[in-house]
């Protein structure tokens, strides 16, 4: 297993980027670039990368392919593309977007507010032939030769379990171009998947396994306050089973990268990866 996050220590050439990294002992890293980057700019971090020791994770492609604009689906589907390309010169394990939200959706923008959100059109009946559709028309355009699509798992869009993924692998039938993002945090939308992640997260790692190329780390945690409240965290904060979760991941393979997100300061992204790493330890687990 790779750790990764992001850098808050400043960097101006692709060799300083990945000193960053590695002083933070980091062996994974979020790609810096953004689709329309200069090819020798992309051969630079690609090669400061690999003399570095790092694993390219991913190419951020969020946007939303399903929506009900045709303008903002059609830029969606385009930068998609663009951002596959991209994963796939530069040396990254996916180019990662959701699946997307059929809700409104400003015109002007790929992600406004609805872009990713609850909306009960993301269940209709054909929405998941859309999905098929959608992702075989990005990979179908882009050819990747090392780089897959993938789509983060998320608790109220497709896909939203182990089972509906994999669903989606078989239907869509890219094996060298689509691959799995996986992201338990986000699946876990219900007491009963909380107070049992453990068997959850080893139930994702049997059934997509071979297909999982990269992995978030995050935490959750359960509010006392009706309805229903939870609360992503820092990592060893919340109740998400890292024991499981590292030891399916180590079991899987020795360069799988889990990358820390969405915390807001440098001091954060210390202590969750200090808690990863002592999780390791402890389960006598190596990082590469």
């Given at each position: 297993m790779r750790l990764g996050g992001p850098v808050f220590e400043q960097w101006t050439t692709p060799e300083e980027w990945a000193s960053a990294h590695r002083r933070l002992g980091y062996r994974a890293a979020y790609c810096p670039l953004r689709p329309g980057a200069p090819p020798e700019q992309?051969?630079?971090?690609?090669e400061a990368a690999t003399a570095a020791g790092l694993i390219l994770s991913e190419v951020g492609a969020w946007s939303n392919p399903l929506s009900p604009i045709e303008s903002v689906r059609l830029r969606s589907i385009a930068h998609c593309?663009?951002?596959l390309a991209l994963a796939d010169e530069v040396g990254a394990q996916t180019a990662v977007t959701i699946s997307g939200a059929r809700g409104p959706q400003d015109e002007a923008s790929?992600?406004?507010p609805g872009w990713d959100g609850p909306h009960p059109d993301n269940y209709a009946e054909d929405t998941f032939d859309l999905i098929v559709e959608?992702?075989?028309?990005i990979i179908d355009a882009v050819k990747p030769r090392r780089a897959c699509f993938a789509l983060e798992t998320m608790p109220w869009m497709y896909p939203?379990?182990?089972?509906?993924?994999l669903e989606l692998l078989h239907a869509i039938d890219r094996p060298q171009g689509f691959g799995v993002h996986l992201d338990p945090v986000n699946m876990v939308s219900s007491p009963q998947r909380y107070f049992a992640n453990g068997p959850f997260i080893?139930?994702?790692f049997e059934l997509l396994g071979p297909h999982i190329k990269s992995c978030h780390a995050k935490d959750l945690r359960i509010g006392g306050r009706l309805t229903l409240h939870l609360d992503e965290?820092?990592?060893g904060e919340g109740v998400l089973d890292y024991p499981v979760y590292l030891e399916e991941a180590a079991r899987l393979h020795p360069d799988l990268p889990l990358m820390l997100e969405h915390l807001k300061t440098a001091e954060e992204y210390d202590r969750a990866a200090a808690h990863l790493r002592a999780v390791a330890q402890s389960l006598d687990l190596e990082w590469t």
């Open positions: 992309i051969r630079a971090f690609a593309q663009a951002s790929l992600t406004a959608t992702t075989r028309q939203d379990s182990p089972e509906s993924y080893r139930a994702c965290v820092c990592p």
